[in-house]
């Protein structure tokens, strides 16, 4: 089904982990992966002046590379981030149109509204600033990401009904999530007749690779699906779906989301059912809801490896080995020049931004006594 007057396939290109190439974007095998895309029907790609090297790799694989009309390109502005003025906010849009080339954006969102956050775009008026773009044609649809509470959800989108869609985290995992809530979020949006798009169907990719119960339930119920094809399907079963968003890292991702989402026409009842089975299991285990966005590292004054020692402390309550959740602490905080749990100074300025609501300071010290 069409929505805005688009159509638009139910699965979208997410921009904000492409394939490295040592400390760059691989714009090679991006533009491999933009190809094979293409090819199979999918035109819709999203990313974010917030994204580190995104636009231009964009501009390289996909814009200068194709019709402009054959795609939809979305991009975000982050008011919250290091601005101080309406005119370094609105500087945003204009390096997002220079380094992606486009020329105009399909879609343009305020990134990652909520909390603390959206005060940015009120105080710069950037809800009018977008209306302007959009009168003068350089943005085709206005919309904005979220990621608080529905109360919240409900007074933006009352106060705003010119938004003409909402980007939400929703994946099966946190559907019923009290610190996420999708599900009551999807539903606010819906109830302002709101096309949504998701992020996070695989939740940071953990659904990728969920714990061995659940594991075990998809396989049993279907031996050769993947367990990150559970989680889009179950996005993009939902009504009201612009598209998904998959941040693919590589072709073996884009290979696999492409051959079950190619013809996907929705889950069947038994398919529900195993849904349902899979989030029972999940939710007996308690992980640390860390999704890699890092923004947290954005704001952090010791540059303390966050998300790194997040995913090395869920290694080790998921697979019970200590060995491997240290390696992946060497290589995820180390390996990349940040520091260890052990260093942060609790100036609690992570926990500002998190759009997850983690208590990040409680989890470095548990991180800090589990990897010891
Ligand atoms: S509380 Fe710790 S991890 Fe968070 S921003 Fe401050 S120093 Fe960094
Ligand atoms: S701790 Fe929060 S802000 Fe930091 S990477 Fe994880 S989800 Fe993102």
Not at 12 to 22: C, H, I, S, Y
Not at 139 to 162: A, M, R, V, Y
Not at 181 to 187: D, I, K, N, P, V
Not at 246 to 260: A, V
Request: aromatic share 10%; with cysteine.
């Amino acid at each position: 089904m069409a929505y805005l007057g688009e159509e638009i396939k139910k699965l979208g290109f997410g921009l904000m982990r492409l394939p490295m190439k040592g400390e760059a974007i691989d714009v090679e095998q991006t533009k491999a992966m933009v190809d094979r895309f293409m090819e199979e029907g999918f035109t819709y790609f999203d990313t974010a002046w917030a994204y580190a090297g995104s636009e231009d790799a964009i501009r390289q694989a996909l814009v200068e590379r194709y019709p402009r009309e054959s795609f939809q390109l979305a991009t975000k502005n982050a008011a919250w981030i290091n601005c101080k003025t309406r005119e370094e906010a609105i500087a945003q849009f204009e390096t997002s149109l220079k380094q992606t080339g486009a020329g105009y954006f399909d879609f343009y969102l305020l990134h990652n509204l909520g909390e603390h956050r959206t005060k940015f775009f009120d105080d710069f008026d950037m809800w009018s600033f977008v209306k302007e773009k959009k009168e003068e044609g350089l943005i085709k649809h206005i919309g904005f990401s979220f990621h608080s509470t529905p109360e919240e959800l409900e007074e933006i989108l009352t106060n705003h009904p010119e938004m003409e869609f909402v980007q939400l985290q929703i994946n099966y995992g946190d559907w019923e999530n009290p610190a996420i809530q999708s599900r009551a979020c999807y539903e606010v949006a819906r109830a302002h007749n709101k096309p949504v798009i998701i992020m996070e169907p695989v939740k940071g990719g953990m659904l990728a690779n969920p714990p061995e119960s659940v594991q075990e339930i998809f396989k049993k119920a279907e031996p050769n699906a993947s367990c990150a094809s559970w989680a889009i399907r179950f996005a993009a079963d939902l009504d009201g779906i612009i598209t998904v968003l998959s941040g693919m890292s590589n072709m073996e991702q884009m290979e696999d989301n492409l051959s079950y989402m190619k013809d996907f026409t929705g889950l069947s009842k038994e398919e529900k059912q195993t849904l349902d089975e899979a989030r029972e299991a999940l939710n007996r285990i308690p992980l640390i809801p860390c999704t890699t966005c890092n923004y947290c590292a954005k704001v952090c004054p010791m540059d303390i490896g966050i998300s790194g020692s997040f995913t090395a402390l869920n290694y080790l309550t998921l697979y019970k080995d200590k060995d491997a959740a240290k390696h992946q602490e060497d290589w995820l905080v180390g390996g990349h020049g940040r520091k260890l749990a052990s260093e942060c100074i609790k100036c609690g300025k992570c926990e500002e931004v998190c759009p997850q609501h983690i208590s990040i300071r409680d989890e470095l010290v548990r991180v800090t006594e589990s990897l010891a």
